[in-house]
């Protein structure tokens, strides 16, 4: 008696999101894995249809070409600025950032300062590969202390340079900030707990809750001078050192009226003995 054949698993498939075309991205660049990881978690969540979605000037310009969705094109550090306006005039879509260190930490400093001040209903992905990697490898403001750039080729001094910004770690700290934290593509493990904060940080904006916002960190090998799985190492070895992994704060428990473009007074007050140590 022949046996009856098992019916196949599906054990992954693209996202719905996820367009099917080429990457070009330099070959091992983090990029690809955080754009798939994105895409699951908005087919997962079912906001496709409403999500309107900003990206400035840098790599994660390509993030257009990559994911369907409505884009909207900021000048270099302004997307905050221009994803809280959307939020104004559209408040019933999801809306997000997706910037590069850069972008945020450097010329987008008080664009992305005051939107978590504000509590903006905005979910920011930002993914810090510790250099200019779309300009030609120069230090930003992200870059390791002793790692050498194009424009720091003796490696990154604090006296004169100063030391490398923890911008997830000074957001966490603003009472707007329902959600902040820092993952990595360096493995499957931390691509799975990267995917688990992105999902919990687009949650908090579905339920009203605050401004959340998501670090990845990420490689370039091509900027870094690395093969890559030279960089894989160098990311789980030596740039988690500077920027540990994990929640840095999660305030999720206290929602808000989602149509609302900043926090009430009561909810500041309920927020503003919270510290980044919580979750």
């Not at 950032?97 to 903006?120: N, S």
Request: aromatic share 6%; with cysteine.
């Amino acid at each position: 008696m022949s046996a009856v054949a098992a019916a196949p698993r599906v054990v992954y498939e693209r996202p719905a999101v996820l367009t099917d075309v080429s990457t070009r991205y330099c070959p091992g660049c983090g990029h690809g894995v955080v754009h798939r990881l994105l895409a699951e978690v908005i087919d997962e969540l079912g906001v496709a249809g409403r999500t309107i979605a900003v990206a400035p000037v840098g790599c994660s310009v390509f993030a257009y070409e990559y994911l369907s969705l409505d884009w909207c094109e900021a000048p270099h550090g302004r997307a905050p600025a221009v994803a809280t306006g959307i939020r104004r005039v559209r408040p019933d879509a999801f809306v997000l950032t997706y910037q590069g260190d850069g972008d945020l930490a450097a010329i987008g400093t008080g664009e992305i300062v005051h939107a978590a001040a504000r509590g903006e209903l905005i979910t920011t992905i930002f993914v810090n590969n510790g250099i200019y990697g779309m300009t030609g490898g120069q230090m930003a403001p992200t870059t390791l202390l002793g790692q050498k750039t194009t424009s720091s080729p003796t490696g990154r001094e604090a006296s004169l340079a100063g030391y490398p910004v923890p911008m997830t770690e000074m957001l966490a700290v603003l009472p707007g900030v329902a959600f902040a934290g820092r993952g990595s593509v360096a493995d499957p493990s931390a691509i799975g707990k990267t995917k688990a904060m992105i999902r919990k940080a687009c949650e908090a904006q579905l339920r009203g809750e605050g401004f959340a916002i998501v670090e990845v960190l990420s490689n370039c090998p091509v900027g870094w001078g690395m093969t890559a799985p030279e960089s894989i190492r160098h990311l789980k070895e030596v740039v988690v050192g500077t920027y540990p992994l994990g929640v840095l704060v999660d305030r999720t428990g206290g929602k808000r009226n989602a149509g609302a473009p900043h926090p009430a007074p009561s909810a500041r007050a309920t927020r503003s003995g919270a510290t980044a140590q919580e979750g």
